[in-house]
């Protein structure tokens, strides 16, 4: 076995990764935008941390341009956004020309942190197990972390290196977590802002008709139970 091959399956053994509810770990690392600690950055808001392959990539440069495309709305929703590689800081700096060059009109002011010693990948478990650099190292995976005000891990998801991210799916996602972290409901299939929501099946009926004054309808089902009872969206 190749040493590289021998340093990256160490580095992939090493990965602890993270679960739902997890706290989410502190960190310090250099940016785009300078240095910067990870708990100060997000400083008590929702976050998402987003790690792309590589720097001058071509699927990377189309997601990276997404995600400064909507950066209002992402701050509209009192959302912090990072994005991670394996390079480094210069090398982020320089390809943001590019990433705004293949976006027009926006620009990327969101910090793209730099992890050239794959540290903060392997405690987070981004890396592929796939996709390797020229060195033989594997590289991060297209992994979303959203985070909670709590520092919790609210959300995951991982992308293979060959699939680009759908960022509108984050925006619609944020939006349920932000709504089901203050209201006693779930969002139903394909849900977007503005839909009708599910009442908890924790909830009763009786208390139901207290939390939801707009009301609720019980689905009729074969079964014959009660569970499926929708409202109108509780904060509009």
Not at 2 to 10: C, M, V, Y
Not at 11 to 29: S, Y
Not at 218 to 228: E, F, I, N, R
């Amino acid at each position: 076995m190749a040493a590289s091959d021998d340093a990256g399956k160490a580095l992939r053994d090493r990965a602890v990764g993270l679960k739902l509810g997890d706290p989410f770990p502190d960190f310090e690392a250099d940016t785009s935008v300078g240095r910067i600690k990870w708990h100060d950055y997000i400083d008590g808001r929702w976050a998402i941390l987003f790690s792309h392959p590589a720097d001058f990539t071509p699927v990377c440069t189309t997601e990276l341009g997404s995600v400064a495309k909507f950066a209002e709305d992402f701050a509209n929703k009192g959302v912090k956004v990072a994005a991670l590689s394996c390079d480094s800081a210069d090398s982020h700096r320089a390809w943001i020309r590019d990433i705004e060059a293949f976006t027009p009109g926006v620009k990327v002011t969101y910090p793209i942190i730099a992890d050239p010693s794959r540290d903060i990948a392997v405690r987070l478990g981004m890396l592929d197990a796939v996709a390797k650099d020229a060195a033989g190292l594997p590289l991060t995976a297209r992994a979303v972390f959203v985070i909670g005000p709590d520092k919790t891990l609210k959300l995951s998801i991982l992308y293979p290196a060959t699939t680009g991210r759908n960022f509108h799916e984050i925006l619609r996602v944020i939006d349920s977590l932000q709504l089901t972290a203050q209201y006693s409901v779930a969002t139903p299939v394909d849900w977007k802002h503005g839909d009708d929501v599910i009442v908890a099946p924790s909830v009763s009926n009786e208390a139901a008709t207290e939390k939801f004054p707009k009301g609720f309808k019980t689905v009729d089902l074969p079964s014959g139970k009660s569970y499926l009872r929708t409202t109108p969206q509780p904060d509009l």
